[in-house]
């Protein structure tokens, strides 16, 4: 991933909060045929060293995962996206100033790296439906529960899926917040971004901007 110096982020708590806040992840990896791309959603277990570990299942019918399994050494790339919001000029202090100034793409994004094994072993997948099911169930007011199904429709349905676990052998960070435009700008853009606060992800950006852009006290 091209990184500029002033959007790197390395501190692992912030990488992992992005992963968890945003669990549906593109697993990328070479095929025959070339790249083969799949959007899973993960869990992530932190506290793995050095860098954590990823949990998911995906169809037993995804060929992905036999391409892994034939190919154990091959390492994956898992690419999870943060905010990301459409910076116009407009919003640039700059603009009034010079002129020169053009569109930009503000954005967090994490990419993880590492060697996965495929788990074919129906503990280990309940146990896994069941924790991802708990992991977005719990703020409900009737969280929802794996054991809610009868539990033959629960086991004919882990009949057709399959797990990966992957070590994370690097993870990388970039936040491009507008942390590269002068304070004004920056200021702007927090503005500009609370204002058009009807745009997903919005309200997350500008809390990101002002944050990196030394604009709050967080």
């Known amino acids: ?23 549906l992840g593109l697993l990328v990896s070479n ?7 799949n959007p899973l959603p993960f869990l992530l277990d932190g506290d793995v060293p050095p860098h954590g570990r990823l949990r998911v299942h995906l169809a037993r019918a995804n060929p992905q995962w036999r391409m ?37 793409w503000n954005y967090a994004i994490v990419q993880v790296r590492g060697r996965m094994r495929v788990i074919d072993d129906k503990d280990w997948l309940a146990g896994q439906i069941a924790e991802l099911t708990a992991s977005h169930e719990t703020k409900r007011a009737e969280p929802w529960k794996v054991t809610d199904a009868p539990e033959a429709f629960i086991q004919a349905q882990i009949k057709g899926i399959i797990g990966l676990e992957i070590e994370i052998t690097s993870i990388e960070g970039k936040w491009k917040v507008s942390q590269n435009r002068p304070v004004a700008d920056r200021a702007g853009v927090a503005e500009g971004l609370e204002t058009d606060a009807g745009s997903t992800g919005t309200a997350e950006m500008a809390n990101l901007v002002r944050q990196y852009g030394g604009l709050s006290g967080d």
């Open 1 to 23: 991933m091209y990184q500029p110096p002033h959007f790197i982020e390395t501190r692992l708590d912030v990488l992992h909060s992005l992963i968890r806040a945003h669990p």
């Open 31 to 37: 095929g025959q045929d070339g790249p083969v791309a």
């Open 68 to 104: 892994l399994a034939d190919n154990p050494d091959m390492p994956v790339l898992v690419v999870f996206q943060g905010a990301d919001t459409y910076v116009t000029p407009s919003w640039y202090e700059t603009k009034r100033e010079t002129g020169k100034v053009v569109p930009t």
